[in-house]
């Protein structure tokens, strides 16, 4: 299974109609298959985050964006689940503070991310500033329009000085997003994750999806790709985001630190 498949080619123009949600190309034996298939991906993960964490030299940034209830916090629970918590964090990025809106709108994003040795999460993310911000009017289009360079910048500085940068929007359909939303209202135990705010966004869904296509057109590049998970199967979008990132992981060349010198001797009384 490759998810290089879901890879946005740097500056091809987006049409979010052409990719299907509930595609599962990758894996048509099936939900169940999948999902073992998952669960082996991320053990290897969990071993691989070990060695990148013990030899503290390269940096992971992985950014989680979709539409409400498009499944950032499974795709965080499930794909990391065999990864050692010391060594991955999660920053959410929701509505700024007063402080952080008293500041560029990259200021709150840059001290959250990863250091040598560990793997950053983003559930939202710096994108929220040419989405959201976008949609709903929340500075003019002369404001948001440039901060697609200034993204492409910002990643391009981070990638040059060690870190391995993978975007990722999981891309749930219009009507999946109806089932979930009822499902949230409809479960009492779901019933704390609704809220009312979903519903105006939800009412903006085709502004999103514009919003969204030029993040996608402009933002993907070679330091720094974006890929089209097709999400409304949850088992199939945590497979390939575990096989996108364990791809990039096993590219990075890792191994364990070096031990001392001369342990072979040393016995321990
Ligand atoms: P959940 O899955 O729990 O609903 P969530 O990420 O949707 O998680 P919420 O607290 O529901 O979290 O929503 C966060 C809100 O903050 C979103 O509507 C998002 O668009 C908004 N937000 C994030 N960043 C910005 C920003 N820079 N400017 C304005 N709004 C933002
Ligand atoms: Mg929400």
């Known amino acids: 299974m490759n998810g290089e498949a879901y890879r946005v080619e740097p500056g091809t123009e987006v049409r979010l109609q052409s990719h299907d949600p509930s595609d599962l190309t990758l894996c048509e034996s099936g939900k169940k298959p999948g999902r073992r298939l998952t669960t082996e991906l991320n053990a290897r993960l969990g071993e691989l985050q070990e060695v990148l964490y013990a030899e503290g030299k390269h940096k992971v940034l992985v950014v989680l964006q979709a539409m409400d209830t498009g499944g950032k916090d499974g795709t965080i629970r499930h794909v990391f689940d065999g990864t050692n918590p010391q060594g991955v964090k999660v920053a959410s990025f929701k509505k700024p503070t007063a402080r952080e809106l008293a500041h560029d709108y990259l200021w709150r994003v840059h001290r959250h991310t990863p250091g040598s040795g560990e793997i950053v999460i983003f559930n ?12 709903r009017h929340l500075v003019a289009p002369e404001v948001w329009g440039r901060r697609y360079d200034h993204i492409n ?14 975007k990722f929007f999981l891309n749930i359909s219009k009507e999946e997003q109806k089932a979930r939303l009822q499902s949230r209202l409809d479960e009492p135990h779901k019933r704390w994750k609704f809220s009312r705010d979903d519903l105006a966004e939800r009412e903006l869904w085709e502004d999103y999806q514009v ?3 030029a993040v996608l057109r402009r933002t993907s590049t070679a330091w720094a790709p974006w890929y089209i998970v097709p999400a409304d199967r949850k088992w199939y979008r945590n497979l390939v985001v575990s096989q996108v990132l364990l791809d990039a992981l096993e590219g990075l060349d890792m191994s364990y630190p070096q031990p001392e010198e ?4 040393v016995v321990v009384e």
């Open 153 to 166: 910048d910002f990643e391009r500085r981070l990638t040059d000085e060690g870190t391995t940068i993978l």
């Open 262 to 265: 001369g342990l072979a001797d």
């Open 211 to 213: 919003a969204y296509a």
């Open 124 to 135: 939202r993310s710096h994108y929220e500033d040419v989405l959201v911000v976008r949609v």
